[in-house]
C-alpha cells in the first residue's frame, strides 16, 4: 500500500483489497461463516474500514512532519515504510491548489465539530445541546472543587449541620442549627451508623477546626473584658450636671427650707449681708 493511495475502497483498488484481506485471514484464523474473502463479510468490512482509517492517520503524520519541516531522513526513522519517490510525489500532492482547499475546508469544520445531516445533506453542529450542557457541567464542577473559603465569618460547620437535619429541625420547630434529635446517630440509618463512622474527616481538618474554635473563643473573651472595663469606667466617671444636681438635693434635705431661702437671698443681694 502506498501513502499516495486516495481510496481503498475506490475503483481500481479491488486488487488491493483483496490482497489485503488474504493476508489477513492468513495471519488470524476466523470460525465459519467469516473465513472467507466476500466484501459483504462484518469482519472484512470492518477490516476495510480500519485499513482506510490507518491511511488516512499515516498521511496525517507525515503531513504534519512536512509542515513542521523536517526532512525525509527524519521522517523516514518513524515511518519506515515510507518511499522516497513515493514521499516525493505526495510532498507534491500537497502544494496543490486541490489539496490546499481541502485543507481549508477541513480547518473550518474541524473546531466547530460539524457533521452531515443524511435528512438535509447539510453540515450542521454535532451535539450542540450536549456540549453547552458538558460546558456548563464542567464550571459547576470547578467551581465545587474550589476549595473552602477560609474566613471568620464562613467559621466551621458541624458534621450534622445537613439540608436534611436543618430541614427536620425546622419540622420540629427547633433551631435549624441544633444537632438532631436522634442521640448521635445519622438520620437515615437508624440506630446503626455513628457520626463519627458516617462523616469521616482527615486529621488536618479536624485540626484545623479545632485550632479555629480555640481562636473564636479567645476572640470573645477579649470582648469580654473590653466591655466590661468599659461598663466599669462608665460606672465611676458620673456627669458634673448629676454631681450638682445630687448635691442640690442633698443639701436640700439635711437644711431647714428658712435657712436654704436666707442664703438664696444672701447669694442673690451679692453676698454682702449686715
Same mark, same amino acid.
Request: aromatic share 8%; charged share 35%; proline share 4%.
Given at each position: 500500500?502506498?501513502?499516495?493511495?486516495?481510496?481503498?475502497?475506490?475503483?481500481?483498488?479491488?486488487?488491493?483489497?483483496?490482497?489485503?484481506l488474504?493476508?489477513?485471514?492468513? +495471519?488470524y484464523?476466523?470460525?465459519?461463516p @467469516?473465513?472467507?474473502?466476500?466484501?459483504?463479510?462484518?469482519?472484512n468490512k470492518?477490516?476495510?474500514? &480500519?485499513?482506510?482509517?490507518?491511511?488516512? !492517520?499515516?498521511?496525517?503524520?507525515?503531513k504534519?512532519?512536512?509542515?513542521?519541516g523536517?526532512?525525509f531522513?527524519?521522517?523516514?526513522?518513524?515511518?519506515?515504510?515510507?518511499?522516497?519517490?513515493?514521499?516525493?510525489i505526495?510532498?507534491? +500532492?500537497?502544494d !496543490?491548489?486541490?489539496?490546499?482547499?481541502?485543507?481549508?475546508?477541513?480547518e473550518?469544520?474541524?473546531?466547530?465539530?460539524?457533521?452531515?445531516d443524511?435528512?438535509?445533506?447539510?453540515f450542521?453542529?454535532?451535539h450542540?445541546?450536549?456540549? &453547552?450542557?458538558?460546558?456548563?457541567?464542567?464550571?459547576?464542577?470547578a467551581?465545587a472543587?474550589?476549595?473552602?473559603?477560609?474566613?471568620?465569618?464562613?467559621?466551621?460547620?458541624?458534621?450534622?449541620?445537613?439540608?436534611?437535619?436543618?430541614?427536620?429541625?425546622?419540622?420540629?420547630?427547633?433551631p435549624?442549627?441544633?444537632?438532631?434529635?436522634? $442521640?448521635?446517630?445519622?438520620?437515615?440509618?437508624?440506630?446503626?451508623?455513628?457520626?463519627r463512622?458516617? @462523616? &469521616?474527616?482527615?486529621?488536618s481538618?479536624k485540626?484545623? +477546626?479545632? $485550632?479555629?474554635?480555640?481562636?473564636?473563643?479567645?476572640?470573645?473573651?477579649?470582648? +469580654?473584658k &473590653?466591655v466590661?472595663?468599659?461598663?466599669?469606667?462608665?460606672?465611676? !466617671?458620673?456627669?458634673?450636671?448629676?454631681?450638682?444636681?445630687?448635691?442640690?438635693?442633698?443639701?436640700r434635705d439635711?437644711l431647714p427650707?428658712?435657712?436654704?431661702?436666707?442664703?438664696? $437671698?444672701?447669694?442673690?443681694?451679692?453676698?454682702?449681708g449686715?
Open positions: 500500500m502506498s501513502i499516495n493511495t486516495v481510496k481503498i475502497r475506490g475503483e481500481g483498488n479491488e486488487h488491493l483489497v483483496e490482497l489485503c488474504q493476508k489477513l485471514h492468513r +495471519r484464523k476466523f470460525p465459519a @467469516y473465513n472467507n474473502l466476500e466484501r459483504s463479510n462484518p469482519v470492518l477490516a476495510i474500514t &480500519k485499513m482506510s482509517n490507518a491511511l488516512s !492517520s499515516w498521511k496525517s503524520r507525515v504534519a512532519k512536512i509542515d513542521k523536517e526532512s531522513e527524519s521522517i523516514k526513522k518513524g515511518e519506515p515504510m515510507l518511499d522516497e519517490a513515493e514521499f516525493q505526495f510532498k507534491e +500532492r500537497l !496543490s491548489d486541490d489539496a490546499k482547499a481541502w485543507t481549508e475546508w477541513g473550518v469544520l474541524c473546531p466547530a465539530r460539524y457533521t452531515l443524511r435528512k438535509t445533506m447539510e450542521v453542529t454535532e450542540d445541546d450536549v456540549r &453547552k450542557f458538558e460546558e456548563k457541567l464542567n464550571e459547576q464542577l467551581k472543587d474550589l476549595p473552602e473559603a477560609e474566613s471568620s465569618s464562613q467559621g466551621s460547620t458541624e458534621p450534622w449541620d445537613t439540608p436534611f437535619n436543618r430541614a427536620l429541625n425546622i419540622l420540629k420547630e427547633r435549624v442549627s441544633k444537632p438532631p434529635t436522634s $442521640a448521635g446517630r445519622v438520620c437515615g440509618f437508624g440506630t446503626s451508623m455513628k457520626f463512622e458516617y @462523616y &469521616k474527616e482527615e486529621n481538618k485540626r484545623r +477546626r479545632s $485550632a479555629m474554635s480555640e481562636e473564636d473563643k479567645a476572640e470573645v473573651e477579649e470582648l +469580654r &473590653k466590661s472595663m468599659l461598663e466599669e469606667k462608665q460606672a465611676n !466617671s458620673m456627669d458634673k450636671d448629676e454631681v450638682d444636681k445630687l448635691f442640690e438635693k442633698k443639701l439635711f427650707p428658712q435657712v436654704i431661702e436666707g442664703i438664696a $437671698a444672701w447669694n442673690a443681694a451679692g453676698r454682702g449686715r
